[in-house]
């Protein structure tokens, strides 16, 4: 009998728990809230307190399916990467685990990167540069303002890793997640020995590197005895959340750019090279299957930008009244919007560079300006495009997934405007979709991630690009006023209409 499947997606603001059958057609799903204890620039957890979740969300995903005791089951875990846990020999975390919104570690980043090379750093870890957000500027904060609770530690692992560790006792670091911690050598597949050491790190507290979607091992009997019955549980690690997601949505092969259309603009791609690139500055990291690299690119100001007009300037929160006005307006005379509210986005990486409203008139209104604002995020999308193609990454289609996809104009219009079909996948919770992927190929229920022919799959919609000289007139211009003002630079693609 075929097993079913608990996918976990241990999400930043969400934990998530979808429970599919050996079809991948969802039978239930439940989430929690993550709870966060702020002070100014830390930002920490309970990881135990997301271990108490998961298991309590499994439960309700069985009692809402009436999930039949007979079966065999599997936990494939996905989610954040960054967040550092601390654990003791007995497997529990030593105190609160630090989140990768925490950065109480500038210091050290500026340290770590005086210390090493940027061009050696960036060809092994695969990161553009060292920053906060990464577990190896913690450890080193943890190193030299509390060396006692660093060296006390058997295990130096992240959320995902300790969730591993406490389903089954093992502690694995899975490896689409490791490019992520600045600890790692992406290229080699292995840590990197001078930046652990630099770190304070002890090598044995890293935990065992596993590929993505490998079989962790049984559920720890005292962990079983909280679950629903069934007849085995085993746990699959899974893969980072935003790789599971292309997994999830059809995505994961060349040619396609899966575009988060959330609060950022984040992009992943399936390369063939694992040469890192200054120019591009994307991070590069372990793909899902052997030998496979996965690009990733990320632009602060995505769907924030529109969020941030909606409840700052317009005075509503939701898209209906704007989506019943926007396709009447002339998009000829609305004004330009350059999306850089957070400054730095790629692929200029302009600290320099601010939002700003161009061309504005006595005529315009709110729906002018909304349009501008989302037209600016799609300008955004399609210099990126611009920026792999002229890497040598050509892009024939973006799969989108996220709330911005909720307006149908907004997708339409990132279609016309980058000149690259969008496709939209009636998916609500890809990543772990892709999760469960993974663990049906390693149960052996598929052969591959690609063998999708028997599986249930939910409907897309696709937006076809509808190209016209406006479009490229306004990303012209658009793209001069990003120049004159900050000086930026300026992927042009010539070949696009």
């Known amino acids: 009998m075929s097993p079913l499947v608990y996918a976990v997606d241990l999400g930043s603001t969400n934990i998530k728990v979808v429970l599919y059958d050996d079809t991948l057609a969802p039978l239930a799903s439940a989430s929690r809230p993550v709870r966060y204890d ?60 630090i989140s990768w919104m925490d950065e109480r570690s500038h210091v050290e980043a500026a340290e770590i990167a005086a210390a090493f090379d940027p061009a050696t750093a960036f060809a092994v870890t695969g990161e553009p540069a060292p920053i906060p957000t990464w577990p190896a500027t913690k ?8 060396p006692g ?8 692992l992240m959320i995902k890793d300790y969730l591993l560790l406490r389903l089954t006792g093992r502690a694995v670091g899975e490896e689409t997640t490791r490019g992520f911690t600045y600890l790692y050598d992406v290229p080699g597949r292995r840590y990197w020995d001078e930046m652990v050491a630099f770190c304070g790190v002890r090598p044995e507290t890293l935990p065992e590197l596993v590929p993505a979607g490998a079989v962790v091992g049984s559920v720890r009997d005292e962990v079983r005895a909280l679950l629903p019955p069934a007849a085995s549980y085993a746990v699959n690690a899974g893969a980072l959340d935003h790789f599971c997601a292309m997994v999830g949505t059809g995505s994961y092969r060349p040619g396609a750019v899966s575009a988060s259309a959330g609060t950022v603009l984040a992009l992943s791609m399936l390369v063939d090279e694992p040469v890192p690139d200054p120019v591009l500055g994307a991070s590069l990291h372990p793909g899902i299957r052997p030998g496979e690299t996965v690009l990733f690119t990320c632009a602060d100001s995505g ?16 898209y209906d009244a704007l989506e019943q006005e ?40 709110r729906v002018d300006l909304a349009y501008a604002v989302m037209e600016g995020v799609a300008h ?43 496709r939209v996948p009636h998916e609500a919770e890809a990543a772990c979709r892709g999760a469960a992927l993974l663990a049906l190929a390693a149960a052996g229920v598929v052969s591959s ?49």
């Open 38 to 97: 702020r002070d100014a620039d830390r930002v920490e957890f309970d990881a135990d307190e997301v271990v108490d979740a998961v298991i309590a969300l499994i439960g309700d995903c069985a009692r809402d399916a009436v999930a039949p005791a007979d079966r065999e089951a599997i936990i494939a875990v996905t989610g954040q990467a960054e967040s550092l846990v601390l654990a003791d020999r007995t497997g529990r975390a030593t105190g609160p685990a």
């Open 139 to 146: 450890l080193r904060w943890l190193a030299k303002h509390h």
């Open 149 to 156: 609770v660093l060296g006390a530690a058997a295990h130096v």
């Open 303 to 318: 769907g924030v930008c529109l969020s941030w007009f909606q409840e700052q300037i317009a005075g509503q929160d939701d």
């Open 326 to 365: 926007l396709p009447a307006r002339d998009p000829a005379s609305a004004p330009l919007f350059l999306p850089y509210l957070t400054g730095v986005n790629p692929p200029d990486f302009d600290p320099q560079a601010r939002g700003a409203f161009v061309d504005l008139h006595l005529r315009h209104d």
């Open 380 to 422: 955004l999308l399609r210099r990126n495009i611009v920026a792999l193609a002229e890497r040598g990454h050509a892009v024939d289609a973006v799969v989108s997934a996220g709330g911005g996809t909720a307006s149908r104009f907004w997708n339409q219009l990132k279609a016309d405007v980058t000149g690259v079909e969008l």
């Open 449 to 497: 991630i690609d063998d999708t022919a028997r599986l249930h799959r939910p409907d897309d919609e696709r937006f076809p690009a509808r190209h016209d000289t406006l479009r490229r007139a306004r990303y012209d211009a658009f793209d001069s006023a990003l120049t004159r003002l900050y000086g930026a630079g300026h992927p042009r693609d010539e070949e696009r209409p």
